[in-house]
């Protein structure tokens, strides 16, 4: 698999190219976009902001690109 995303990429980059990863990251805590924070951070910062392992960041990281790459073929 390809991927898209890596842990040093900005949110706002994220969300400027693949805009349905807001509900992924969303619903797993990592930021909150609907507050309308101006600047979020890489992928990195909130995941340990949040308090995630290494182990659980490179789980959602290949979760997430899974999720755009499925979405992608609709």
């Known amino acids: 698999m390809k991927l898209h995303i890596t842990k040093d990429m900005w949110i706002e ?3 400027k190219k693949f805009p349905g990863a807001q509900e992924f990251l969303s ?7 609907m507050c309308g924070e101006p600047v979020w951070g890489t992928l990195h ?5 949040k308090g995630f392992s290494d ?4 789980r ?6 899974k999720f755009i790459k499925d979405s992608e073929k609709k």
């Open 13 to 15: 980059d994220i969300l």
């Open 45 to 49: 910062d909130q995941m340990d902001e």
């Open 55 to 58: 182990e659980e960041m490179d």
């Open 27 to 33: 619903q797993r805590g990592i930021v909150c976009v």
């Open 60 to 65: 959602i990281i290949f979760e997430l690109n």
